[in-house]
């Protein structure tokens, strides 16, 4: 089931990736770690390199404000209820983004998010890839 590639072909050139491999880089939480790996490498096609960014940005937004969250709510003697809400929701948000990315990769559409994936791309471009 592996393709060859040709001697015409680019020296990075791979296989094409199947879909569940992109799928498991959007798994919320779980995919930080092979998004994380397959930048490391540098290694893969277009489209996985893109989407490993948007998850490590989804997955790095999450935990910064849950932690910030987190904190104020423990810190807090006036509104930390409040903050917990809040906490929830953001961990709600993260879970539905993801599920909804995973959607729309298994539908065959584009797995960007309009303002994540501009991020992803100025920071995590310089840096991992």
Same mark, same amino acid.
């Given at each position: 089931? &592996?393709?060859? =590639?040709?001697?015409? *072909? /680019? /020296?990075?050139?791979?296989? /094409? !990736?199947?879909?569940?491999?992109? @799928?498991?880089?959007? =798994? /919320? !939480? !779980?995919?930080?770690?092979?998004?994380?790996?397959? #930048?490391?490498?540098?290694?893969?096609?277009?489209?996985?390199?893109?989407?490993?960014?948007? *998850?490590? +940005?989804?997955? @790095?937004?999450?935990?910064?404000?849950?932690?910030?969250?987190?904190?104020?709510?423990? +810190?807090?003697?006036? %509104?930390?209820?409040?903050?917990?809400? #809040?906490?929830? %929701?953001? +961990?709600?948000?993260?879970? @539905? =983004?993801?599920?909804? &990315? !995973? $959607?729309?990769?298994?539908?065959?559409?584009?797995?960007? $998010?309009?303002?994540?994936?501009? &991020?992803?791309?100025? =920071?995590?471009?310089?840096?991992?890839?």
């Amino acid at each position: 089931m &592996l393709e060859e =590639v040709s001697p015409l *072909s /680019p /020296p990075n050139a791979q296989c /094409p !990736i199947s879909k569940t491999q992109l @799928l498991l880089h959007l =798994v /919320p !939480i !779980i995919g930080f770690f092979p998004s994380l790996w397959t #930048l490391y490498r540098g290694q893969g096609s277009r489209e996985q390199l893109a989407i490993s960014r948007l *998850s490590i +940005t989804l997955a @790095l937004t999450w935990l910064l404000g849950y932690l910030l969250l987190a904190t104020g709510a423990a +810190t807090s003697d006036f %509104f930390p209820l409040r903050l917990f809400i #809040l906490n929830s %929701f953001l +961990t709600s948000g993260y879970f @539905l =983004v993801s599920v909804w &990315l !995973i $959607l729309r990769l298994m539908q065959g559409k584009s797995g960007r $998010l309009p303002g994540f994936s501009n &991020l992803a791309e100025r =920071v995590f471009g310089k840096y991992l890839s």
